[in-house]
């Protein structure tokens, strides 16, 4: 059998529940049996429906596609930062794992609450953050970020700019995802080296279909070039076993 994948990122867009139009964008759908007919070529074992700032609070799409999708697959919701914590347990209890700020379009909770906020989910549900951001904005955030007790960073930061500072982030422990490769500007390659010399248990990779506002989505050749980045010794890890840590997939929840 091929390596093993789990999709650390992916989008469900299902029509049957509400979107808020972000910037005036409100994308087509993409239901999780798109989704399996999209990546049915491919060892995906499981993976992590994150919600998207058009979806806003609703975590009521986000229980359907995973019941939809079945064991192996967990979420990351927006969640506002007055939930309570009976709020939080239960999303726990619905297999979500994460909560997401989404730092660079909005539709999240702001940088002020982002360290309180991120350590109560953590010490009440085991929900960790993550954070869609522009790394130039990483001088003001990596403060902020270094007191997370566990959190990740999408789409490789999206530009070249502070790498020193993402580098020291990716070392202290910081995940990031190898994903969104049509929407960055960067040098993928060379940046997926650095960040995994920094730390080979930080890369992790995701689809991140379906590629909504990207310039292209996903690719297979994607994995591909991965591969010859980082060489076919640091595939398990960045493919799947770095993102089945994070995620927590030894622990067993309800959807």
Known sequence: MAQPIFDSHLHIIDPAFPLVANHGYRPPPFTAAEYRAAVAALPIVGGSVVSGSFQAFDVGYLRAALTALG??????ANVPAQATDADLIDLAHSGVRGVRFNLFRGGSESVAALTTFGQRAWAVARLHIELYLDAADLDQLADPIGRLPRVSIDHLGLTAAHRPTLLALAEAGVRI??????????????????????????????????GTRARRPFEPSDLTLIGDALGAAALPAVLHDNAVDFYRMDQTHEH
Do not use: C
């Open 71 to 76: 064991p192996g697959f967990v979420g990351v």
């Open 177 to 210: 995802k190898a994903t969104g490769f049509g929407r960055v500007e960067l040098d993928v390659p060379g940046t997926l080296r650095q960040i995994h010399a920094a730390n080979p248990h930080s890369l992790m990779v995701g689809t991140d279909l379906p």
